[in-house]
């Protein structure tokens, strides 16, 4: 129950509702936020309600799977990397799409956009970097390196998930400190 590399763990149901968490608020702060950002909030709350259900159903698990049932020549031995470039590719392009609301939060919200971009780098870097070297020292050997980076990878997926939440928290009660003041 409490190993973070399998899927059907403590960790994996915390991760989780950490990122239903920040979905369901962010959805919920779309309701009364600024007209720039009402657009932009709901498809970032859907996005990380996808993402909690990801985690909770191993959506990205699945792909990985597939990808190895293939045996593409082109993928063999990095089948790992498939479920990250649609992902990766995704999020790039709603971050470009967004280019204009994320623009004015930075600019109007400095500190608290400040707060959310550097829980998402921690949550990105885990999520793909980290995961990037557990499957190279998996290749090598299942030893202490192995799970430490396992450890590693979860504790600053779900560090990164925090510090989102609470930049969300502190955005939301800026925005409302903003319209009712």
Not at 118 to 146: C, S
């Amino acid at each position: 129950f409490l190993d973070a590399d399998r899927e059907v763990s403590i960790p994996t149901w915390f991760s989780s509702v950490q990122l239903f968490a920040v979905g369901g608020m962010v959805l919920l702060m779309a309701r009364n936020c600024v007209r720039q950002l009402k657009v932009f909030f709901v498809l970032l709350g859907l996005a990380f309600l996808f993402l909690s259900m990801d985690e909770a159903t191993a959506v990205h698990d699945s792909l990985y799977r597939a990808a190895q049932r293939l045996k593409l020549p082109l993928l063999e031995g990095r089948e790992y990397l498939v479920w990250m470039v649609p992902y990766l590719c995704g999020g790039v392009i709603g971050l470009a799409a967004a280019y204009r609301p994320v623009l004015f939060a930075w600019r109007t919200f400095r500190r608290e956009s400040a707060w959310i971009a550097a829980g998402a780098a921690i949550f990105i870097g885990a999520g793909i970097g980290i995961e990037i070297l557990t499957h190279y020292l998996y290749e090598r050997a299942v030893d202490e390196r192995f799970f430490l980076a396992v450890a590693a990878e979860e504790f600053f997926e779900m560090a990164g998930v925090s510090i989102m939440l609470y930049g969300f928290m502190s955005l939301g009660i800026q925005m409302q400190s903003q319209t009712s003041g």
